[in-house]
DNA sequence: CATGAATGAGTTTTCATTCAT
DNA sequence: CATGAATGAAAACTCATTCAT
């Protein structure tokens, strides 16, 4: 089979567009990120046929490296609001832990060209989220509002919550914590 | 800033920026701005002297615009959960009113080459929040958490909001209200 | 107006290509015509938007230029053999004249990028003929055979003798006569 | 040409090339020949160290396909016309039935890069005509004209048959015998 | 020998910016 | 000041060729 395609340059090359992205923004030349990842210009195209698949393959790679992190160790019999706390967790944690990671990925998110595939299949990684929905539309958890908008709110103080703890990583426990008290009185009936 | 040539002609610009980034993305190029605005290639480099400065301008601009979306009306008299909903409503109205110029101050705030200056003016812009932020320190309104968390807690969550807006805009008016409901559920004591 | 796009320039570009395709054939990259035009890289650009469009632009051109000099002095009250004999020496004369030009033209025709707007605009330059094949139709001057068979023998028989004009140019005269005697013998009744 | 390593494969390897070049020109890639013939991008140059030597070569196996499907069946014993019909046929209906072959033999003449070598053995390929030439020296068969001429007059009115015959092989038989009177009547003597 | 990943020079094209008119 | 042609430094991508497996 001669040489294969090896796992580790596809992964080093991935790393070095997180990097070279968080520093310079997506428009950052293809050169630079094959530069960082000591590999030949033309084989980042090997590996990834446009500079558009590599942001999108990019961009599913973090997600999945994200959702990996809010579900390790999930507690599937507890109660919705530790499950959500775990999640919440392991979002943020993720985040201040991957602060590059977390800024390409705003990024991406702006950037418009996401194809539908990638879309779909990140969306799906994130599909324990809907049994912590029925269960918690079973027992009235929540106030009165669409399901999708409680996420979107999760989402985006969760967000909101690593800006704070990627700059003052000495308050990170805090902010974590503050941000969840915020989100869960903000959504939980009574 | 000096005086501008002519100011319609400086609005057009900032207006055609607005419409193209928002459809292309900040790497979209000057020529088809000044092509939008219907104004030469040139004119646009004597109005901005380069294409960071235009974005600069044209995030002061729509910061400015926004701003005064939220202060026009401003019940000072009222109470803070009055003040503050009056401000949410004036933010997510002028997201709702104003997509493109919302999608690119988003872009924006993600690109990377914004001046301290500008990002100091705009701040300033925001200088009645303060005076809010004294008042419900005085009067203990919000749960045990930095003035700065809220502010953020509030802009990420009418962001959030202003995409369901964007997206339903016939239910507009329930997700603004719950949208404001869950923050301030969130952030109030007790 | 400012600076209008200069006829010169553009002719210098096309007169630059004719050269370089010749040397190097259309492969030849466009940053060897630019700069045997005197001009910037990116000037070519603003003339020909892309390299096929400056490919069939410069066809066009040689074609034009070839029909010009094939009706110049054109005896339109002459019999047929006077002047299909004139049409045949402003071919091969041109061809000697401009060796590179017939070359680079060879090289269009087996190049597979024309479009069909400028194969037609290049038949219409030779719509002339047409009124030849008209009187020698009536005249029943020539043998029986389609027309345009006849004007593909009498292009392959005059191309043919132009590489030997090329190669022999001090016997160019005699070439020129015996390729038409050819042709005539070949084509003509009786 | 040393001993290849696979007769077989270096047979594919000549194949696909004829049918890519004719489909995407000489620029096009080795990859896709390569593809095209089932064999491994690097395995073409075990075969043809360029791909400069694999388009000589190219032209030396189109050729020598060319004159044996000219000079099988040759009737040695036959008068001039009678032989040089016999040629004549063989080389139209050669290019009938392999259009790709013909297509990119022209192809290959106006490219540029035949080596002298390549162009001497092919042109001694042809050496049986030599013996038509003095027979027709000898018999003052022709007009007067330079025997390379009235070789290249076949050859430039054959391929303009064949185009004939590409386009409407519903009636080959007919421009055949039309294209080889042409020639026939415009060389012969009287 | 066969394979196909790796390479990096080379290609076309874009675009912010300048400047002659 | 306005104009838009001119510029040339990138940028993304291609491809003949090499070479480790």
Redesign the interface.
Known sequence: M?KPKSEDKRNAILAAATQVFAE??L?APTAAISSEARVAEGSLFTYFKTKDELINALYRTLKLELSDAMMSGFPRKQGVRHRLEHVWNGYVDWGSAHPEGQ?VL??IQ???GLTEEVKAATAAAFGEFDRIAEDAAEQRVF???PMP?IW??L???A??TM??TRRQPEQAAE?RA??F???W???ARK
Do not use: N
Request: hydrophobic content about 55%; cysteine-free; aromatic content about 16%.
């Open positions: 001669a310079r923004g428009s800024l705003r990024q702006v950037w418009g106030r009165d509002m908008f979107a709110a989402v985006s103080l967000d909101m800006e704070f902010y503050q941000g008290a915020l989100f009185a903000g959504v």
